[in-house]
């Protein structure tokens, strides 16, 4: 992660850890500038206030690796940006000195809520001033239903799967209700018109056929006189004609092969067979004349009718469609609307039974989701709990509430579930809402009116401890998580962030040195002030002795003497053994 003019921030180079990595540096240095960093990447609103004070713009830049198949992989997908072999990408964000902001993914342009899209599947920010998660109320019922897993994921997908069938029954049969009268009447017309074609019963392409045939129709003594010409030129006068010795075609042919065969000269000899096959060719075609001559007379009232049956379909092309094709198609939409659109009271019946068949296997779905959840709930409460009893929160209770409020008047979507009317939304009828007691006796509060920003911090670390292996984000930051708390409570949750680094990528800002000695990278913000009265910070990585002046630093300011140095170096002791396991596995 690269991070440029922002705040006091002039340039800086984070090198995380897939592990745990931890910043530490003295207060106003800039440690919270690399959580703003964080936010500006995924998407939060841009503020020119954090531009460093003469730098033009402040630049955060990024290098993620979304898991293949993962939803971010997804999106970065969708978007088209540019990726490496090994499917890695940069992310960036530019926010100018005006206000204005640019946001860039894999070398493309895109929105802001694009890096929103993508950091909520891959990042989550955890700060005093950012519970945003926590705070609303479907996270809520997500962390629940995370960490219930199937026994809640298995009724929830069959319920949502019954409730589409459900809702659409439910729309359909309210607009067959409110639509009935207009329904009717579009009905009425659309049996009216297949009634129309039913009774003229036009075929495919019959229009163009009856238009050629009326055409040949009409030319009838064009076309006899025509054809009677040509018959006589090939087959020679009839006998009943004047000039019955008006030789035709077929006589002359017929002449000139009996001449040419009595000559004995070879060559002519071979020219007779080839006028013996042109006298059957028109023979062949004389013969076929004759044919259309006696047809031509064979019906002679027949041109009315073809103009009658053109009369009528030209009464269905002027309401229906441009051609007799079009009237056709015409009629099988309407066949299907018809069925579409059917007000009878059958109907409205059969709609009106699967809308009850579908609402009690929902509100059945709904039963189980709830005793699911509850189930849940419950051990999700005990398992927070414990683990608030070793974050300095050792009095304090969380609750999780399940509870089924009850339908708004009209709603749509209301759904009654062992005997309560309840809404049934697409997660199902429960409202689940975190509670927190701080202490035994006191009531218990919505979790962000009852801790303050740092006990709310810890109840988000927690839960993340608690939903680890639930968790989809591969990357969870924590923002002064420890603030308040100090001695074996410290221990303790440099030990949960240490947890939490076996399958996720954790990044911590720190003051305690408890939590520091976890951290599988030590990184540090450095602060300088020039004579100019310019500050600037950087970060940079420690290790060694570095690291054990900076943790002794961290231990009230006892970086120069032995004693801090001993302690130091006791805490990474101690840190490093109660990891070990953990290091051993993952090497």
């Known amino acids: 992660m690269r991070i440029q003019g922002l705040g006091v921030i002039d340039e800086a180079t984070l090198d995380l850890h897939p592990g745990l990595t931890v910043i530490t540096g003295e207060t106003g240095a800039g440690k ?8 500006l990447l995924g998407g939060g609103r841009a503020d020119a206030s954090r531009v460093r004070s003469g730098a033009d713009r402040a630049v955060v830049e990024a290098w993620l690796h979304p898991a293949e198949g993962s939803p971010a992989a997804e999106l970065v997908a969708e978007t088209g940006a540019r990726t490496d072999e090994d499917g890695s990408l940069i992310a960036s964000r530019t926010v100018g000195a ?35 998660r926590l705070l609303r109320p479907a996270q809520q019922r997500a962390v629940l239903d995370r960490f219930g897993g199937d026994a809640v994921a298995r009724p929830l997908a069959a319920y949502r799967r019954t409730r589409q069938d459900w809702v659409g029954v439910c729309a359909e049969l309210t607009e067959r209700h409110e639509r009935s009268r207009e329904l009717a009447r579009e009905a009425d017309l659309l049996s009216h018109g297949l009634a129309e074609i039913a009774a003229v019963d036009p075929q495919p392409g019959e229009d163009e056929a009856l238009v050629a045939e009326a055409r040949r129709l009409a030319d009838t003594d064009q076309l006899r006189e025509t054809a009677a010409t040509a018959q006589t030129a090939v087959s020679g006068a009839a006998a009943d004609t004047a000039d019955d010795d008006a030789p035709g075609a077929l006589g002359l042919v017929g002449e000139a092969r009996r001449r040419l ?21 028109l023979a062949d075609v004389g013969a076929e004349l004759s044919g259309y001559l006696e047809g031509l007379d064979a019906d002679p009232g027949r041109l009315e009718e073809v103009l009658s049956r053109q009369a009528e379909l ?3 092309t002027r309401k229906y469609a441009a051609d007799v094709d079009g009237v056709l198609a015409w009629a099988q939409q309407a066949r299907t609307r018809l069925g579409e659109v059917d007000t009878s009271e059958e109907t409205l019946v059969a709609l009106a039974a699967r809308r009850d068949e579908l609402a009690a296997e929902l509100a059945g779905h709904a039963a189980e989701i709830s005793s699911a959840r509850n189930e849940a709930a419950r051990r999700l409460a005990e398992a927070v709990t414990a683990e608030l009893a070793g974050l300095a929160m050792t009095q304090a209770t969380l609750q999780v509430e399940v509870g089924v409020p009850a339908a708004a008047d009209g709603d749509p979507h209301a759904l009654t579930v062992e005997g309560r009317r309840c809404h049934a939304g697409p997660d199902g009828t429960d409202e689940v809402e975190l509670q927190l007691a701080p ?57 949960r962030l240490a947890r939490l680094a076996r399958t996720h990528q954790v990044v911590v ?35 060694g002795q570095a690291r054990v002046a900076e943790l002794a630093r961290m231990l009230a300011g006892l970086d120069d003497t032995e004693t801090g140095r001993a302690h130091a170096e006791e805490l990474l002791a101690a840190a490093a053994a109660d990891t070990r396991p953990r290091r051993r596995k993952a090497g």
């Open 314 to 316: 030209k009464a269905l």
């Open 32 to 39: 919270t500038m690399v959580v703003t960093g964080l936010h």
């Open 261 to 281: 065969q009595g000559t004995g000269d070879p060559a002519l000899d071979a020219l007779a067979p080839r006028l013996q096959d042109a006298a059957a060719l």
């Open 439 to 495: 202490h035994p006796g006191a009531a218990s509060l919505p979790v962000h009116k009852g801790a303050s920003g740092g006990e709310l911090s810890r109840v988000m670390l927690a839960l993340e401890v608690v939903l680890a292996d639930a968790d989809p984000v591969p990357t969870l930051v924590f923002d002064e998580v420890d603030a308040g708390v100090g001695g074996r409570a410290a221990v303790e949750i440099g030990r």
């Open 98 to 132: 005006d206000g204005r902001s640019r946001a860039h993914l894999g070398g493309r342009s895109v929105p802001a809520g694009v890096l929103a899209d993508l950091a909520d599947g891959m990042l989550a920010v955890h700060g005093q001033n950012d519970q945003l």
């Open 509 to 543: 800002v720190t003051h305690l040195p408890q939590v520091a000695a976890y951290a599988d990278r030590h990184l540090v913000v450095d602060k300088a002030t020039y004579s100019t009265g310019l500050t600037r910070s950087g970060v940079r990585e420690l290790d």
